[in-house]
């Protein structure tokens, strides 16, 4: 029953694999195999609190069971669990000290939680035991990319790319070092690359004509921007670049990017210059670009006064600051917030994940 379930959850048919698992285990109450094979399939499925369930009844069984540990850390991380998702993996790292995936894992939770001094250590072990993987250099590299380590980041990044030519997240971030750097004819080449491989990668596009507009090259960026919201229609910032760039040359087509972006900000329900930044800077977060983030939200405090849209501006703000390792500032956002949003849980989590922090600082001095 439970090999049955693995070939059934091989070729993707879920339903089919857990009920083959459920009578094993049930066949078969000390089955830890069937119990982890069970977890697994219902987080595939995204039931990830039934998956947890399940792959606990095998830790249960084998207290020891390093692919059932593993799996319960990433179930973990995925319920927002980051603080002991960083635990289980640690335990696997202690375990398989000798393990790069094991430290991968581990860095991987760490930098979740905000500990990206603590994630660059474990990536660092990741590469020193596995030299010739490319995923410990990219995440060595994106870490150090966080903390604004950039000419540190940008040789282990290309470490990366040379492991894994066709690896668009490592060329991705080594494109906004470059940008960061003022390197933007490095960072058109490199998204040029990304784009080549990925056709439809709004992101990679966005960024490439926000590279081509600072070097004065309008026209090509405008292509690359009219790709953006062709694969996502709502690209808030693709669309109102377009209608401010396309005004001289282009007034009518201008004024059609400009009502579809009107458009968006209604749907979305953005009322003012300050929602419109916030907006744009959730952008810039999602790929990375820190300081751009930063930048327009803290520029969307300024013209928000007491506006509507604080509590979530202070809260944006405060969860960039600690991704990109900035914990004082971060803390101190999140508080201003929580004034405003006294009861909301990504605040209250964030805060009690640097509390933790703080408190394991202090017992290592």
Known sequence: QNNLGTLYGQQGKNSQAEKLFRKAVENYPKYAQAYLNLGLTLAAQNRFSEGKKEI?????????????????????????????????????????????????????ALADGYDLEGALKEFSEAVRLAPNTAAGYYNKGRVLHDLHRYDEARPVLETACRLAPDDSPALFVLAIIERQLDNNSRAVELLRKI????????????????????????????????????????????????????????????????????????????????????????????????????????????????????????????????????????????????????????????LRIIESLQSQQTSLK
């Open 56 to 108: 606990e009844s095998a830790l249960e069984i084998a207290p020891d069971h390093i692919a059932a540990l593993t799996a319960l850390g990433m179930v973990q991380a995925r319920l927002g669990q980051l603080q002991e998702s960083g635990q289980t993996f640690r335990k696997v790292a202690n375990m398989q000290p000798q393990s790069a995936e094991a430290h991968l894992n581990l860095g991987i």
């Open 195 to 350: 784009v080549a491989l990925e056709p439809r990668n709004a992101e990679a596009h966005f960024q490439l004509g926000q590279n081509l507009s600072r070097l004065g090259r309008a026209t090509e960026a405008i292509v690359h921007w009219e790709k953006v919201v062709e694969v996502n229609p709502e690209h808030g910032e693709a669309l109102y670049n377009l209608s401010r760039t396309l005004n001289k040359e282009d007034p009518q087509r201008a004024k059609r990017y400009q009502e579809r972006f009107l458009e968006f900000q209604t749907k979305r329900q953005i009322t003012d210059r300050a929602e419109t930044l916030g907006n744009f800077a959730l952008a810039s977060a999602n790929a990375r670009d820190w300081p751009q983030a930063i930048q327009q939200l803290k520029e969307a405090l300024e013209v928000c006064g007491q506006c509507r849209s604080l509590g979530d501006i202070h809260k944006n703000l405060g969860l960039i600051y600690c991704k990109s390792g900035n914990l004082k500032n971060g803390e101190e956002q999140l508080r201003l917030a929580l004034k405003v949003k006294p009861n909301d849980e990504d605040v209250l989590k964030s």
